[in-house]
């Protein structure tokens, strides 16, 4: 394909020939170890760390699979969801971030998500942050929004454990 150049707006410019073609990432198919930060280990393909800015980075700038990626912020449990996630969509086309009302989510990212208890959500949506997973942090984040979707100040306290101001101050009595 040819395409003028940004000079060849003047006369004598040249056309430069450019190519379109994606140089194919060859560290996809390699297998990663990972270390949580609490020393769990884990392995991944880079087909599964490439769903989050930060591992595939780091797996791009590795000399070697025989190195660790030590995943600092992350502790294993919640290691081990982000990288069975990762594994269930690794093979999906790019994300296009439809937040808000228009989110909708897969049967299976619906499922998975629910079957977390508050404390795995709101642990998930930090190292999804960490990791700067956009998809993952979509999901994550709609899940919590649909759980507090229509409920009372007190319901939501209930559900996300937020106490009121007068427990508040008799804890900092206490302590």
Not at 95 to 121: E, I
Not at 131 to 140: A, E, F, N
Request: net charge neutral.
């Amino acid at each position: 394909k040819m395409v003028k150049s940004p000079k060849s707006n003047k006369k004598g410019g040249k056309a430069v020939k450019v190519n379109n073609t994606v140089a194919v990432n060859e560290n996809l198919d390699l297998i990663y170890t990972l270390i949580s930060s609490d020393g769990e280990q884990f392995q991944a393909d880079g087909h599964s760390l490439k769903l989050s800015k930060v591992l595939s980075l780091a797996a791009k700038c590795l000399q070697s699979t025989e190195t660790t990626i030590h995943v600092e912020k992350v502790k294993g449990d919640t290691l081990k969801r982000v990288l069975e996630w990762c594994e269930n969509h690794k093979d999906d086309g790019p994300y296009v971030s439809k937040c808000g009302p228009g989110l909708r989510l897969p049967h299976w990212d619906f499922r998975w998500l629910k079957s977390l208890d508050n404390q795995q959500l709101f642990d998930l949506i930090t190292a999804t942050n960490d990791l700067q997973m956009k998809q993952l942090m979509d999901y994550s984040c709609k899940t919590v929004a649909n759980m507090a979707k229509g409920k009372s100040p007190e319901q939501l306290r209930q559900i996300f454990g937020i106490l009121t101001d007068e427990e508040e101050a008799e804890l900092a009595l206490n302590e």
